[in-house]
């Protein structure tokens, strides 16, 4: 399966950071070798991104979606925005969305019927919580987090979907998920999302690691087969270190 790097760029880099980077980024695609690369800037940097990226097959993500397609809304951004610039993917229920602006499933679920709906492949991240690991919760909570967001969800567009597994602790804190348990997780992953979509659903989406992913480690996630590429935060910021990472998962993958 086509492994996928995504950068999730969080709250950083203007438009104009984000063309050099770009433009930079560009230069280093010939070593990426099969890994297809996402980048997801902030809402503001997207339509530049879009215009450096011109002629590359970098893709471009967005970080959220409203759950609505239009209307009275204030600040919130809808699907066909993004669709203009070219947008293919959108993050959905990250944990920093979860934890600190209070998103709730229910509204995760929405986000994710939207983009479906709209034609924009969702990157939906579950994981679970420091104590909720201690308390021996983790198959649980992901168990939960995938009810809520996927049964019932029909159509072919589900088999493109991208599940990101990411322990809550393991993100910007340095220490990622042991290899082993990122594979357990991304194996639940499956088979939880084969039991709500069916029609071989579980097995065709891709399941990424996100959490403290760097070009040292990442070959340790990718080269088991139930994970299919990262979402990186922080080692996604630098070129060098990003383009690393890349060539890092391709070489692990063979
Ligand atoms: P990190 O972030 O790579 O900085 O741990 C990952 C994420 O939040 O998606």
């Known amino acids: 399966m086509k492994l996928i790097i995504a950068a999730n760029w969080k709250m950083h880099k203007t438009a104009a950071e984000t063309v050099i980077f770009c433009e930079q980024l560009k230069r280093r695609e010939s070593e990426f070798g099969g890994v297809e690369v996402l980048l997801c800037p902030p809402f503001t940097a997207l339509a530049p991104a879009a215009s450096a990226l011109e002629g590359s097959a970098i893709r471009l993500g967005a970080q959220n979606i409203s759950w609505e397609e239009q209307g009275a809304y204030t600040g919130e951004i809808a699907a066909p925005m993004l669709k203009e610039f ?18 709730e499933d229910v509204s995760i679920r929405k986000k994710l019927e939207r983009a479906l709906q709209a034609g924009l492949v969702p990157i939906l991240c579950v994981g679970e919580t420091e104590a909720q690991r201690k308390g021996g919760e983790t198959g649980a909570v992901l168990e939960r987090q995938l009810r809520a967001a996927l049964e019932g969800l029909e159509g072919e567009k589900v088999k493109e ?19 082993g ?10 088979r939880v999302a084969e039991k709500h979509l069916g029609g071989g659903a579980g097995g ?6 996100g959490g403290s992913v ?21 080692a996604s910021l630098e070129v060098d270190t990003f383009a690393a990472l890349v060539v890092a998962a391709g070489e692990a993958a063979g």
């Open 181 to 190: 348990d990122a594979a357990d997780a991304a194996s639940l992953v499956r």
């Open 86 to 103: 070219g947008v293919s993917h959108v993050i959905l229920g990250h944990s920093e969305r979860r934890h600190i602006f209070g998103e």
């Open 161 to 179: 979907m991208i599940i990101a597994y990411e322990p809550v602790w393991a993100i910007g804190s340095g220490q990622a998920a042991s290899p």
């Open 204 to 209: 065709a989406l891709r399941v990424q690691y």
């Open 214 to 234: 760097n070009a040292g480690n990442i070959g340790s996630f990718v080269s088991l087969p139930p994970v299919n590429g990262a979402l990186v935060g922080g």
